[in-house]
Structure formats: structure tokens, C-alpha cells
């Protein structure tokens, strides 16, 4: 069973950094690209990041770019989101979300959600 | 403003047919496979629609989609009860070398 299981949300201030993580069962991690896909309260679905499986390739949404850096260590079957510079704008859930296969491929499971508040 | 564009909120009665419908562009839609999800809330959204028009597994065949151009839909037959939730349709953009989202759409079951 796929499991996908984020941590490392919190309350931030303005300006500061947080790490998420996503930790990863019930499939080869290695093989799957990942993605991280946020939801600010009471709002829709905007895509972040993508990692393929490799950690080779990454792209990033505008409104993060510059700011955001999406990893993965597939010895520890985790993936992560290091998040600087943080605005209240990124207030939000960060689901992390495993593709079919590459980064274009769809998403196909979704972790719960790790809640993120920026507010000072 | 999403780069996907769906009508904020949808209703029939149950058993009835409704549709979702969803806008992009040739970036998008026009030239790309269209996914759709459904989210309860405060849960996890749950893949519905893959490659325009398949049904993962466990999905009922209620549930279809399509494609034309750069516009695609979600048609939800014998609406019931449980199908009442929010609706988004999905997109990998080549301009943008990114996903794309719709805004979504929330089907309320009158």
C-alpha cells in the first residue's frame, strides 16, 4: 500500500525558512518522480515543485522560484521541500503527491497534508 | 486567477447528469493529457480521470471524461449523495514546464 506521510509544518514569520518532508512506503521510490502540490485555506489546488526519480531534473511554479528548493534521498525514500524567504501568500497544506512514472505523468497518490502558517 | 478555468460550482438531484466543464489552451489541454480529482473536505484529493477518459480502478463508471481542443469535461451520471465534493481538473503545461490546476469546481447534491 502507498503511503505518503509529510512533516514539518509549522508556524513562521515572515521572511524565514522551514523544511518539509515527506516520507515515502509501499512502492520504489527511486523509480517515481514526486511532486509537492499546495492549498491555502479555503482555496484550490497549485502545483509547487517536481522532482524526477533520479533527482536529476526539478521545476518549479513561478510564484516559488528562487525561493523554494525541492530534493530527494532515495535511501531514505523521503522528499523534501526547503522553503525560504517564506510570505504570508504560502500560507497553505503541502501535500506531497507521487507521479505515475515521470514528472508529467499524473499524480496518482497524495499524502495528507502538512499545514505551513507564515504570520508574524 | 488558475491557468485552468472551471465554473466555481455545479448541483443537480440526484440521478441526474451533470457536467464540469474546464478551459485551457493549446499549452495545456490543446496538447496534453487532462486528469481529474476529487477532494472531500479535509482529505487528500483522490485521482478520477486520467489521460482524458480512463477510470483508475475502484472508480465508478458514473464518472467519465473527455476531450476537444483545448477544453475537456467531467460527466457525473445517477448523481448521488457522496458524490458531493470539489472537482479539479489538471494539466502538465509545456510553456510553463509545469503542472497546471483548474480552480475547481464544488458539486453540491440538492
Known amino acids: 500500500e502507498v503511503q505518503l506521510l509529510e512533516s514539518g509544518g509549522g508556524l513562521v514569520q515572515p521572511g524565514g525558512s522551514l523544511r518539509l518532508s515527506c516520507a515515502a512506503s509501499g512502492f520504489t521510490f527511486s523509480s517515481y518522480a514526486m511532486s509537492w502540490v499546495r492549498q491555502a485555506p479555503g482555496k484550490g489546488l497549485e502545483w509547487v515543485s517536481v522532482?524526477?526519480?533520479?533527482?536529476?531534473?526539478?521545476y518549479y511554479a513561478d510564484s516559488v522560484k528562487g525561493r523554494f528548493t525541492i530534493s530527494r534521498d532515495n535511501s531514505k525514500n523521503t522528499l523534501y521541500l526547503q522553503m525560504n524567504s517564506l510570505r504570508a501568500e504560502d500560507t497553505a497544506a503541502y501535500h506531497c503527491?507521487?507521479?505515475?512514472?515521470?514528472?508529467?505523468?499524473?499524480?496518482?497518490?497524495w499524502g495528507q497534508g502538512t499545514l505551513v502558517t507564515v504570520s508574524s | 486567477q488558475s491557468v485552468l478555468t472551471q465554473p466555481p460550482s455545479a448541483s443537480g438531484t440526484p440521478g441526474q447528469r451533470v457536467t464540469i466543464s474546464c478551459s485551457g489552451s493549446s499549452s495545456n489541454i490543446g496538447g496534453n493529457y487532462v486528469y481529474w480529482y476529487q477532494q472531500f473536505p479535509g482529505t487528500a484529493p483522490k485521482l478520477l480521470i486520467y489521460?482524458?477518459?480512463q477510470r483508475p480502478s475502484g472508480v465508478p463508471d458514473r464518472f467519465s471524461g473527455s476531450k476537444s481542443g483545448t477544453s475537456a469535461s467531467l460527466a457525473i451520471s445517477g448523481l448521488r449523495s457522496e458524490d458531493e465534493a470539489d472537482y479539479y481538473c489538471a494539466a502538465w503545461d509545456d510553456s510553463l514546464s509545469g503542472w497546471v490546476f483548474g480552480g475547481g469546481t464544488k458539486l453540491t447534491v440538492l
Open positions: 503527491a507521487k507521479q505515475a512514472s515521470t514528472v508529467t505523468a499524473h499524480f496518482d497518490y
Open positions: 489521460r482524458n477518459n
Open positions: 522532482i524526477s526519480g533520479s533527482g536529476s531534473s526539478t
